[in-house]
């Protein structure tokens, strides 16, 4: 298969995730679409939430894509009327980052019976957390010494964690198949990051 067919059959199969998702499929189209320009994609991952707060379920898809150069990350997400709209709307984003921007990619995996884990057996869930330095967390703590009856002020001490993009898919909500894609979207961006470094 030529470069030009797999490219188109990867879009395809961007553009029908996004529709199977059934959330507001034109205008998250769109946006990715914009976003990816003309560059050939390798991978991709759609991912609907669902959420309650109060009396009101909200909606959120998050697409991320990754081509050659960039990994792109949508979020849209619905609103109800307020004070700023009468009606109900839409609020969706798109970001670029440049793959060498990548700092960290971290894949956990939740696993029943792990005694008896075999090779190749789908995780029950699949947390994704990727970091490029755009929002960190920081936990600060008062910093103290070794002896109990110091009164000095020693500071603070605390860890700076990256903390840009952090998604979870399960196999019992999202269903087999998008915890595969999961998978295979966090090895293609691990594989990414790693021809960057060489």
Same mark, same amino acid.
């Given at each position: 298969m030529?470069?030009?067919?797999? /490219?188109?059959? /990867?879009?395809?199969?961007?553009?029908?995730?996004i529709?199977?998702?059934?959330?507001?499929?034109?205008?998250?189209?769109?946006a990715v $679409?914009?976003?990816?320009?003309?560059?050939?994609?390798?991978?991709?991952?759609?991912?609907? $939430?669902? /959420?309650?707060?109060?009396?009101?379920?909200?909606?959120? &898809? !998050?697409?991320? &894509?990754?081509?050659?150069?960039?990994?792109? &990350?949508?979020? !849209?997400?619905e609103?109800?009327?307020d004070? !700023?709209?009468?009606?109900?709307?839409? /609020?969706?984003?798109?970001?670029?980052?440049?793959?060498?921007?990548?700092?960290?990619?971290?894949?956990?995996?939740v696993v029943?019976n792990?005694e008896?884990?075999?090779?190749?057996?789908?995780?029950?869930?699949?947390?994704?957390?990727?970091g490029?330095?755009?929002?960190?967390?920081?936990?600060?703590e008062?910093?103290a010494?070794?002896?109990?009856?110091c $009164?000095?002020?020693?500071?603070y001490t605390?860890n700076s964690?990256?903390?840009?993009?952090?998604l979870?898919?399960? $196999?019992?909500?999202?269903?087999?198949?998008?915890v595969?894609?999961?998978? =295979?979207?966090?090895?293609?961006?691990?594989?990414?990051? =790693?021809?960057?470094?060489?």
């Open positions: 030529d470069v030009m067919a797999k /490219t188109s059959l /990867t879009t395809q199969g961007l553009r029908a995730a529709e199977r998702s059934g959330y507001y499929p034109a205008l998250v189209a769109e $679409e914009a976003a990816v320009g003309g560059e050939p994609i390798r991978s991709f991952l759609v991912h609907q $939430e669902t /959420t309650f707060d109060q009396n009101e379920v909200r909606r959120h &898809v !998050t697409v991320l &894509v990754l081509t050659g150069n960039r990994f792109i &990350v949508s979020h !849209t997400d609103q109800n009327a004070t !700023t709209s009468p009606t109900p709307y839409a /609020t969706t984003s798109t970001e670029s980052v440049k793959i060498g921007r990548i700092s960290s990619v971290v894949v956990s995996r029943a792990p008896s884990y075999q090779p190749g057996t789908l995780p029950r869930e699949v947390v994704l957390t990727i490029w330095g755009a929002v960190s967390r920081i936990d600060l008062p910093a010494c070794g002896d109990p009856n $009164e000095a002020d020693h500071g605390g964690t990256a903390d840009d993009l952090s979870r898919v399960s $196999e019992a909500g999202d269903g087999p198949d998008t595969r894609q999961a998978l =295979a979207f966090a090895q293609a961006i691990s594989e990414a990051t =790693a021809d960057v470094t060489r």
